[in-house]
């Protein structure tokens, strides 16, 4: 059964995974000073990262156009798949699946769209056992049934090193975040199965390190490991490097996507995970 797999830039695949595994990865889109950017092709995370704290006014976001997901359905489909499985982030948190469930309609069974109930690597991890399933000639009902089986052992959480991307994104209160600021304190967030929450929050960063540590080791035995960064590189292999965990598969070190960035701002640090 020829299965191809479309996601989305919130998935943050390395591109040699994505090209590996011959998986279609669109852009999401960021606006800034009046021009539209695809997310990783016409700005760098990099350099988003390091002109954010600066942009005046604040960078937003945007999914990119059903017609961009019925383009590269049609082609896919041309292209000899019988079957096309489209993962994304949740409604809730993005319009992203309602435009590739609003293009899916004019192809009918062909095109499954998939609710991941994650973002960032809590997505790619889902796309790769998707595509490593397919390679091994799982048919369309078991991957399904992974993907469904996958949603309760994967876990996102980050330790954010200021409220004020979250205030921007109207998530927090100006008070709430301007006390935050002013007292250095470090919130810690977590996705779970579609859904964003508090896990409270460090006074320090090196506190916030050690906590962001206890989270993952209360995981257990884990199947795979990816540490996420905006724009903290060196921490984000310090914090991999102290870790004490034995693992079966290379953990991943993932600057995040510059659409989920733009929520969470620069010198961000955390984790996507799968519970063995």
Known sequence: ????????STADLPPDLSEQYQIAVIPNLIMMGGDTLMDGVDISRQEF?????????PPTTATASPGAYTDIYSRLLRQGAEYILSIH???????????????????????RVVDSRQVTLGLGFQVLAAARA????????HVLRLLQEMHSRVRVVAM????EYVRRS???????????????????????????????????????SQRLKEFLYRLGKLEQLAILHTNAETEA?????????????????????????????????GFAAVIA
Do not use: C
Not at 181 to 195: A, T, Y
Not at 244 to 265: A, E, K, R, Y
């Open 1 to 8: 059964m020829n299965i191809a797999i479309v996601t989305d």
């Open 49 to 57: 990262y390091e002109r954010l704290p600066w942009i005046d006014p």
């Open 89 to 111: 982030p949740p409604a809730a948190l993005s319009g992203i699946l309602n435009a590739a469930s609003s293009a899916a309609q004019a192809f009918g069974d062909r095109v």
């Open 134 to 141: 397919i390679r091994q000639g799982a048919n369309l009902e």
């Open 160 to 163: 954010l090193d200021t409220l």
């Open 170 to 208: 109207g998530r927090v209160s100006w008070a709430r975040a301007r006390l935050g600021n002013l007292l250095q304190i470090k919130p810690f967030i977590e996705l779970n199965d579609g859904s964003v929450s508090s896990l409270g929050e460090s006074r320090t960063r090196n506190k916030g």
């Open 237 to 269: 292999r310090q914090f991999l490097e102290e870790l004490q965990l034995n693992l079966p598969s290379t953990p991943l070190i993932i600057n995040v996507t510059t659409v989920i960035g733009n929520h969470v701002g620069p010198n961000g640090l």
